[in-house]
């Protein structure tokens, strides 16, 4: 498949640049379809595919093009993850992408297909495109125009590939367990300018006994704040009283309601409307049982979790506490929680002081996952160097590093920022159908990356 540098990205743009050149771009958009036409979510197991042999043909196709490149390659024989570098030296440089993708969805809803990827007016389509084939092609090709102006590089810089960051991340566990630590780096997987902090995520369950008084069945994903909670056990009139009187809204069944909310992202849980905890108040008021007292007596409504810990925050912000299940069986009481841990708070004493405030209802925490929160301080020289290098390529002088309560793969390392691919105003579309990335944008990202690279492995 053929690429031609479109008129409305004309040669005399790319001539701004320093680096990225017409050959440059096209050599990079020809491997970002290359890399596209595998599609690469996950699929079931096989011999040295552990996330499926799409994965695994991607990951191959990286390979094979960083060879083309003259980088040195490894590739993990059981399939979990590979790498490529070049420089030498003990010093390596990270850049931490990722292969895999979320599936296409439904195949009406795209215009082109999304995995035999087509130019249009400037813009390059198929899943992949933006999150996370073509920021890292972009970075790889940042390095190749680096290259081919005759730089050496001062240290190693290795490009690792992930296969699982959709789903749990395993295939970068297992590059960790395996292989040597990075000493500095990024990730090209998020937005620019740059995220330096992003809040540790601890998610649990609250374990306590079951009652005969009533049964709730509110199961919701712990990284979401529920939207609605139903109920149609006993005591139903005296429920919805007690809603009235909080003023909770709710949508009356006859033999059943419903409790609204607003639905958002666990991170962002104080911007919410937690139904399953307008519902837990009401019941508590009605219902004699321990584990109901922890939220309608304690808790609240407060998803900062400030009423049960006191405030825990730092310069990244206030803890966030989202409830988003609360299940209740004769047998056991079940709840789901999600904390998003400010960056420098002891996440070991939080969770000491959690499991004995939960006491007191008749709770017992018990553990789930965890990701360590990412922070490089701002004043280090890697959040410097490529704050100014975005600065100086996009004129945003505005712009400020980054603080997120979401994880990126930046934080699967250390010493490690999140640091574009995307720049501000382009639209959207990861995980969504027609996902696409213009190339003025794409050609300004290797830029970006070859300033950077330069900076940081280069000089």
Same mark, same amino acid.
Request: a negative charge; aromatic letters at 10%; glycine letters at 8%.
């Given at each position: &498949?053929? !690429?031609?540098?479109?008129?409305?990205?004309?040669?005399?743009?790319?001539?701004?640049?320093?680096?990225?050149?017409?050959?440059?771009?096209?050599?990079?958009?020809?491997?970002?379809?290359?890399?596209?036409?595998?599609?690469? !979510?996950?699929?079931?197991?096989?011999?040295? =595919?552990?996330?499926?042999?799409?994965?695994?043909?991607?990951?191959?196709?990286?390979?094979?093009? %960083?060879?083309?490149?003259?980088?040195?390659?490894?590739?993990?024989?059981?399939?979990?993850?590979?790498?490529?570098?070049?420089?030498?030296?003990?010093?390596?440089?990270?850049?931490?992408?990722?292969?895999?993708?979320?599936?296409?969805?439904?195949?009406?809803?795209?215009?082109? $297909?999304?995995?035999?990827?087509?130019?249009?007016?400037?813009?390059?389509?198929?899943?992949?495109?933006?999150?996370?084939?073509?920021?890292?092609?972009?970075?790889? !090709?940042?390095?190749?125009?680096?290259?081919?102006?005759?730089?050496?590089?001062?240290?190693?810089?290795?490009?690792?590939?992930?296969?699982?960051?959709?789903?749990?991340?395993?295939?970068? =566990?297992?590059?960790?367990?395996?292989?040597?630590?990075?000493?500095?780096?990024?990730?090209?997987?998020?937005?620019?300018?740059?995220?330096?902090?992003?809040?540790?995520?601890?998610?649990?369950?609250?374990?306590?006994?079951?009652? $005969?008084?009533?049964?709730?069945?509110?199961?919701?994903?712990?990284?979401?704040?529920?939207?609605?909670?139903?109920?149609?056990?006993?005591?139903?009139?005296?429920?919805?009283?007690?809603?009235?009187?909080?003023?909770?809204?709710?949508?009356?069944?006859?033999?059943?309601?419903?409790?609204?909310?607003?639905?958002?992202?666990?991170?962002?849980?104080?911007?919410?409307?937690?139904?399953?905890?307008?519902? %837990?108040?009401?019941?508590?008021?009605? !219902?004699?049982?321990?584990?109901?007292?922890?939220?309608?007596?304690?808790?609240?409504?407060? =998803?900062?979790?400030?009423?049960?810990?006191?405030?825990?925050?730092?310069?990244?912000?206030?803890?966030?506490?989202?409830?988003?299940?609360?299940?209740?069986?004769?047998?056991?009481?079940?709840?789901?929680?999600?904390?998003?841990?400010?960056?420098?708070?002891?996440?070991?004493?939080?969770?000491?002081?959690?499991?004995?405030?939960?006491?007191?209802?008749?709770?017992?925490?018990?553990?789930?996952?965890?990701?360590?929160?990412?922070?490089?301080?701002?004043?280090?020289?890697?959040?410097?160097?490529?704050?100014?290098?975005?600065?100086?390529?996009?004129?945003?002088?505005?712009?400020?590093?980054?603080?997120?309560?979401?994880?990126?793969? =930046?934080?699967?390392?250390?010493? %490690?920022?999140?640091?574009?691919?995307?720049?501000?105003?382009?639209?959207?579309? &990861?995980?969504?159908?027609?996902?696409?990335?213009?190339?003025?944008?794409?050609?300004?990202?290797?830029?970006?990356?070859?300033?950077?690279?330069?900076?940081? %492995?280069?000089?």
């Amino acid at each position: &498949m053929s !690429f031609v540098i479109p008129r409305d990205q004309s040669v005399s743009e790319l001539s701004s640049f320093r680096y990225i050149t017409e050959t440059i771009q096209t050599q990079a958009v020809k491997a970002l379809q290359e890399l596209v036409a595998q599609p690469s !979510f996950n699929q079931a197991p096989s011999s040295g =595919a552990p996330f499926g042999k799409g994965i695994r043909m991607a990951l191959d196709q990286m390979l094979a093009i %960083c060879n083309q490149l003259g980088m040195r390659t490894y590739e993990d024989p059981e399939g979990y993850y590979g790498y490529a570098e070049i420089g030498s030296g003990e010093e390596i440089f990270g850049v931490i992408g990722h292969l895999d993708t979320v599936p296409a969805g439904d195949p009406k809803a795209w215009d082109t $297909d999304p995995f035999d990827p087509v130019i249009k007016d400037g813009v390059i389509f198929g899943r992949g495109t933006q999150d996370d084939k073509g920021p890292t092609i972009a970075a790889l !090709f940042a390095l190749k125009a680096l290259l081919d102006a005759g730089m050496v590089p001062t240290k190693r810089i290795r490009f690792i590939f992930g296969t699982d960051e959709e789903i749990l991340w395993r295939g970068i =566990a297992k590059y960790n367990e395996k292989e040597a630590p990075i000493d500095m780096g990024f990730s090209p997987d998020s937005e620019f300018p740059l995220t330096y902090a992003e809040k540790g995520l601890q998610q649990a369950y609250l374990i306590g006994p079951g009652t $005969d008084l009533f049964t709730l069945h509110m199961d919701n994903a712990m990284n979401a704040v529920p939207g609605k909670a139903d109920y149609d056990g006993p005591k139903l009139t005296e429920v919805k009283a007690v809603l009235d009187q909080h003023g909770f809204e709710y949508e009356d069944h006859g033999t059943s309601i419903t409790v609204l909310g607003k639905s958002v992202h666990a991170m962002n849980a104080p911007q919410g409307v937690n139904a399953v905890l307008r519902l %837990c108040i009401a019941l508590d008021d009605v !219902f004699d049982f321990a584990p109901l007292d922890l939220i309608g007596k304690c808790f609240l409504e407060d =998803a900062t979790g400030q009423n049960l810990l006191g405030k825990v925050a730092d310069e990244s912000g206030q803890l966030t506490f989202n409830i988003s299940s609360f299940e209740v069986s004769p047998k056991e009481t079940r709840l789901k929680i999600d904390l998003r841990i400010p960056v420098t708070i002891d996440r070991e004493q939080l969770v000491a002081q959690l499991s004995k405030r939960v006491q007191k209802y008749g709770l017992t925490y018990k553990h789930f996952d965890y990701l360590a929160p990412l922070y490089v301080p701002k004043e280090s020289k890697l959040v410097q160097t490529l704050m100014k290098v975005y600065q100086d390529a996009t004129g945003d002088l505005k712009a400020e590093p980054q603080i997120s309560g979401g994880a990126t793969f =930046a934080r699967t390392m250390h010493n %490690c920022v999140s640091f574009g691919g995307m720049l501000p105003g382009v639209p959207d579309y &990861m995980h969504q159908a027609n996902e696409q990335w213009p190339l003025d944008s794409m050609a300004k990202t290797m830029e970006i990356y070859a300033v950077a690279l330069k900076q940081l %492995c280069f000089e």
